[in-house]
């Protein structure tokens, strides 16, 4: 408990500085040990021949400098946005006196933690359990989801994000949100509870049906 309350204790701008710098990483890892030229055929062998998907593969290598560019600014956007919603919430409970801005970014930040677990459990079983995969394979895994009671085949593309959304790691998130929240300013644990579940858990829900709907629209 003490480890929570030092955590949540520590500075947003050093939080935000290792969350980045950690994603960056497990970026890096991806590129450079998940995906090869092997993974690449064996994802588009039917309909490319070796020496086009490997031209193609080359020329994705040359770009793979935007996600380190773009990573970072995704992460601050997902940060505020959440921050945002749940302010939304303090602010109608009146609460946000205790609860200021700031102090929610903070918490948010610190709880970005809960993914970047998720994404070494990723790394992790694809490095040395998933034996041959394809990148069709790496996009629909998602650790401890519904999405691994299915194979790909199974699943029409409209609800893969929906699966991958219900997971364990989500629900710890939550739990860290409001933890965090509840540290942070003193208030009770079943309020900030409260809080979270009225404003975080709508936005990701409006969010899977936003990227259903999108899905729709694309492949209709």
């Not at 956007?77 to 205790?98: A, Q």
Request: charged letters at 15%; zero cysteines; hydrophobic letters at 55%.
């Amino acid at each position: 408990m003490r480890l929570l309350e030092a955590y949540f204790s520590t500075e947003g701008w050093k939080l935000l500085s290792v969350i980045i710098f950690l994603n960056l990483f497990i970026i890096y890892l991806s590129q450079t040990s998940l995906i090869n030229e092997t993974v690449f055929f064996n994802s588009y062998s039917d309909q490319l021949t070796y020496e086009r998907s490997m031209e193609l593969f080359s020329r994705m290598e040359s770009f793979a400098w935007i996600a380190y560019l773009f990573s970072p600014l995704i992460l601050l956007i997902k940060f505020f946005t959440i921050s945002l919603v749940i302010y939304i919430g303090v602010f109608f409970k009146d609460m946000h006196r205790e609860l200021t801005l700031g102090k929610i970014f903070t918490v948010v930040v610190a709880s970005e933690a809960v993914f970047i677990l998720a994404s070494i459990a990723k790394l992790v079983w694809f490095i040395f359990f998933a034996g041959n995969y394809t990148l069709d394979d790496m996009s629909f895994f998602y650790p401890l989801s519904l999405a691994n009671m299915f194979r790909r085949s199974e699943v029409d593309s409209l609800w893969v994000v929906p699966l991958q959304s219900v997971n364990l790691f989500q629900v710890i998130y939550i739990l860290m949100l409001a933890s965090g929240l509840s540290r942070i300013s003193n208030t009770k644990r079943e309020t900030t509870d409260k809080v979270v579940l009225m404003t975080y858990v709508p936005a990701i829900l409006f969010w899977i049906v936003l990227i259903m709907f999108l899905t729709i629209d694309l492949t209709a």
